[in-house]
């Protein structure tokens, strides 16, 4: 059974090194290739599931053998178990469903170049949950930066290639911040594994030393993260780099790509700096106001689209912000309930992504939300996703997203009184204003239509069908059967610190 | 006053940290935004250095049988700064790309005149 601690790090080589080669094999063998290794990925991280499940507790794998802190590790606890495990299922869905789009979108011959992008975001992803070296995690951000950079422009409209200049801006200057972030944090406390930076900083708080810079570092760090996860202000590029891109590309970039991040800013308030220590320094508070302002702002924008894919991708500014609305409660339910959310907001987003691509395909291609007026009734798998997708997001019981409303609102009681009446007051409002328009858009779907029959020789791709059906298992099961998941989270936040 | 004097590289590495990051986030034109990048890179990379200097320190590798730890200097950071250096270079070269891309496409390199031509081409209906 030992063997299995070897997997986590087996799972984050396998795609790195199966990509670049994928660049001199075709396309067809590149996607074999791919699916082989997410398979293998999830396989992989189940297993680790259960090796954790059964031992309890968490354990460090070092690279190469070198004993901290000279040498690199990684950290393999519950959660991240659970996270590699979820993070490669999704992608493994999205994948799969929006395949024909792939092949539709990207020509023959850079067909192999997307899998490759595929296989490194899978890779990096994976190092930033695993990761227990803040350099490390920067470089691998950079790597989850290249490649999802890759995925947007694949398309290669003009459209694609600025959305793609955008979302590398944007991105850059996030990663920057973050360097300096780490720099500083290396220079105040000479280290940089999670668990020597967490004693020294618990060792300056004490003696009262450095505590600017210390407040300074978690500041750039915090705000490199929002932007690249798109925290409200920092939003601008991703309307256009979620929405023009092909059909996979949305979901995954849309489902795990920002969550990747937003994961390593977990572990970074909890490994390395330690809850107490952002408490005091007052980052929360700025998080929460951010985080309320976004879920109300987003949501107004998304009501103002009439593309249906714009409004998507709108809709997920407003579901990053009840995110760090959850790390502003800075209460240990608070914290739960984000992370509830990261897996819900993944599972519903990525599903309504592929699913608006069903529609559009048998809409004539178009994304103007009243083209898609009766596409329920032509493509009825992409019509019972896409309102799946939108319920969970509203909040109708039994699914994903109604769970993390709850556990969102019973995690406002454990905060600070104003804290929990400004919380309910913009779930509340956020509630409705999600319902306005995903229920608009249900609506829509399924008003019969005149005049806008199949077209000819139509044949709803099998393996959408799949992913979507499996789509609706998941966030079924995440709506029903949380307490798991649940525990699962508490006890591997709990081992965190 | 005198302790921004002692740490006067430092100091230059915040400045033109601030250069390089307002010339990212402000500039239109898409190769001033890239040479942005750069420098704002290449001031974190000059505030890590620092901080592994010891005035006098060789570099890291043993010589002579020297072996005191105080004659070399921290060669963490110059790690750091190498695999920084290989990161910031791949990203300029993908930023490069793209520019090209832009600007055979629409022939200007400044971001907002192509934001208001990709509108153009949207509104128009061109998809390609």
Known sequence: MEFIRNFPFFSILLPMVFGPISSCLSGKTAKKISFTILCIDCILSGAVLAYEQQTGGSFTYRMGNFPAPFGNEIRIGVLEAFMALFFCAVMLFSLFGGISHVAMDVPEEKTNLYFIMINLLLSSLLALIYTNDLFTAYVFVEINTISACGLIMIRGWGRNILAAVKYMIMSLLGSGLLLISISILYGITGHLLMENLHESVVQIMAEQT?????????????????????????????????????????????????????????????????????HQ??????????????????????????????????????QIGYIYMGFGLSTEAGMIASVFHILAH????????????????????????????????????????????????VGIPLLAGFTSKVYFAEAAFTASRSKMI????????????NAMYFLRQVITIYTPARG?????????????????????????????????????IRDGLANFS | MSILWENYIDVAAMILFGIGFSN?????NLIKKIIGLNIMDTAVYLFLASMG????????????????????????????????????????????????????????????????????????????
């Open chain 1, 452 to 488: 806008l029959p199949k077209p000819e020789g139509y044949h709803m791709a099998k393996s959408m069908c799949a992913a979507l059906v499996l789509f609706i298992v998941i966030n079924v099961l995440l709506g029903m059967c949380s307490h798991p998941i649940f525990l699962w």
């Open chain 1, 210 to 278: 450095y505590v600017e810079p210390l407040t300074v570092a978690i500041g750039l760090f915090c705000v490199g993260i929002a932007i690249k996860s798109a925290l409200f202000p920092f939003h601008s590029w991703l309307p256009d780099a979620y929405s023009y891109s092909t059909c996979s590309s949305s979901a995954i970039l849309s489902g795990l790509v920002s969550k990747g991040y937003i994961f390593l800013l977990i572990k970074f308030f909890y490994r390395v700096i330690g809850t107490d220590i952002i």
């Open chain 1, 281 to 318: 320094s007052h980052v929360d508070n700025i998080l929460f106001i951010f985080g309320i302002a976004g879920m109300i702002i987003g949501s107004i924008s998304a009501i103002q689209q009439t593309d249906a894919g714009r409004m998507i991708a709108f809709s997920s500014v407003a």
């Open chain 2, 53 to 128: 200097y010891l005035t006098g320190g060789e570099a890291p590798i043993v010589e002579n049988g020297v072996v005191e730890a105080e004659k070399y200097i921290n060669p963490i950071p110059s790690g750091l700064v190498l695999t920084g250096i290989v990161v910031s270079v791949s990203v300029t070269a993908i930023m490069l790309s793209l520019t090209i891309r832009l600007y055979q496409r629409y022939r200007t390199l400044d971001l907002d005149e192509i934001t208001l031509l990709v509108r153009k081409e949207h509104n128009d209906g061109i998809y390609s």
């Open chain 2, 24 to 28: 990212l986030l402000l500039q239109r």
């Open chain 1, 346 to 393: 993944a599972a519903s987003k990525s599903m309504l992504f592929v699913s608006a691509t069903g529609l559009s395909e048998v809409s004539g291609g178009n994304t103007f939300y009243r083209a898609l007026t009766g596409a329920g009734y032509r493509h009825p798998f992409a019509g019972i996703a896409f309102s799946v997708g939108s319920f969970s997001m």
């Open chain 1, 422 to 433: 400004v919380t309910l007051i913009a779930l509340a409002i956020s509630t409705v204003l």
